[in-house]
Structures are given as C-alpha cells and as structure tokens.
C-alpha cells in the first residue's frame, strides 16, 4: 500500500473557481511535506514545502494546510486559472533516511473555461 | 526546470538494446536523483548519488545502471534486462543530503517496441 494517498484522482473545475486536493500520508517519523505542480510531458515544479511545525503555507494562489497529527495535508486553489492544468503531487519525506521520500499518485486538475 | 537538462526529450528504441539517459545539473548540487514514471502511480526511485563516485540503488533498480564520475552528471542506462522500460524518466537534484528542496529536471519519454 502506497504511504501516500492522494484524492481526488481526478477533478473538472470550471475557470475562476477554488478547489481542494487532498493528501493522506503513513510516513513516520515525519520530517517534510512537499506539494509540486506538474505539467503534461514536464517536470514537476515544488509550489510549497512543511515541516512539522508548519500548518500552513501560501504561494499565490495556492495555499497548502498540514495536520502532522492526522497525517493530512490539503492543497486550495483560488480562483482557479487555464494555466492550473495538470497534476498535483504530494510527497512526504521520512526523518533519518533522506532519501526516503514518498510520492503521491497524483491528483489531476483540468479547468475549462 | 531549475538547471537540470535532461536529453533527449524523446527516445525511441528497439527491444534488447541498451540506452543511455542523460542528466546534467549546474547548481552545484551534491544529490541527484533517477525516477520513473508510470500513469497512475507516484514516482518511483531508480537509483540515487549522494556523492561523486557513489551511488545506491533506490526501489527500482533491477535492469538499471549509472554512474557519477562528475558533480554535474548522473547518466542513466536502461539495459535490455529491464522488463518494461516504455515510461517517463525524470531526474532530480538536491543541494545536499540533508535539504528538503528537489529540484527536478524535464523528463525523457522511453518508448521501447
């Protein structure tokens, strides 16, 4: 079983409107969390990065959330844009062993005009 | 795709032969990184380099080699033991073995017929 799962698998939303990713980890202990933005046939580009005594943290538009005690993180999105379009990847990094990171199936976002 | 080229971005190839994926990095990174992946599933860790000269095997690594005789460089091959090679390979690099930011390369797309 996957030590990250994240839901929706997929999500349609129309332009100019929020949504929410979802993401549900096993790792432990945790040391990090890490939401990437990947375009179609691209490389993944980091949006924002938790540790454990983080709860929030916002780049522009996205806003991330961590609940280190539920082992949830949760990725909004305002005011959603074309350019939103793609997958959205969670990763959680275990402590002690860096090279332990754990990568999320992916949620992928398409927003229609 | 923060000074990490990969080439080709396409490569094509004929079942049996090996092939050579090619990973450069000029920021000086120490860690870098070899993924694959699939539709559906999270990245998956083929091998990793903390270090010139050294290198370990991640979750994948049957059917794969590399080497690291340079900082900037961390080459793949998919050699002709790999059972499914078709896939999107992506190479990633961190400052140092203990840093939460990865930075990630564009991809290759294998096909293998």
């Known amino acids: 079983k996957n030590q990250v799962e994240q839901s929706p698998q997929s999500l349609i939303i129309l332009e100019g409107k929020n949504c929410t990713l979802q993401c549900n980890y096993t790792v432990s202990p945790f040391s990090n969390l890490r939401w990437y933005k990947q375009d179609t046939g691209r490389g993944p580009v980091s949006l924002t990065i938790?540790?454990?005594?983080?709860n929030t943290k916002s780049n522009g538009r996205y806003t991330a959330t961590l609940d280190a005690d539920t082992k949830q993180s949760s990725l909004h999105i305002t005011a959603s844009q074309l350019s939103d379009s793609a997958s959205y990847i969670c990763v959680v990094s275990g402590i002690g062993n860096n090279n332990d990171m754990r990568f999320g199936a992916g949620t992928r976002l398409t927003v229609k005009p | 795709d923060g000074g990490i080229t990969q080439s080709p971005k396409y490569l094509f190839r004929k079942e049996g032969q090996n092939v050579t994926l090619s990973c450069e990095q000029n920021l000086n990174h120490d860690a870098m990184y070899w993924y694959r992946q699939d539709p559906g599933q999270g990245l998956r860790l083929i091998y990793y380099s903390q270090i010139v000269n050294d290198f370990q095997k991640g979750d994948i690594a049957e059917g794969y080699s590399v080497s690291r005789e340079k900082k900037e460089s961390f080459p793949l091959t998919v050699t002709s033991a790999q059972k499914n090679p078709t896939a999107f390979y992506l190479c990633?690099?961190?400052?140092?073995?203990?840093?939460?930011?990865?930075?990630f390369g564009p991809g290759t797309r294998l096909t293998v017929t």
């Open positions: 990633a690099s961190k400052t140092t073995r203990d840093s939460y930011e990865q930075y």
């Open positions: 938790m540790t454990f005594s983080e």
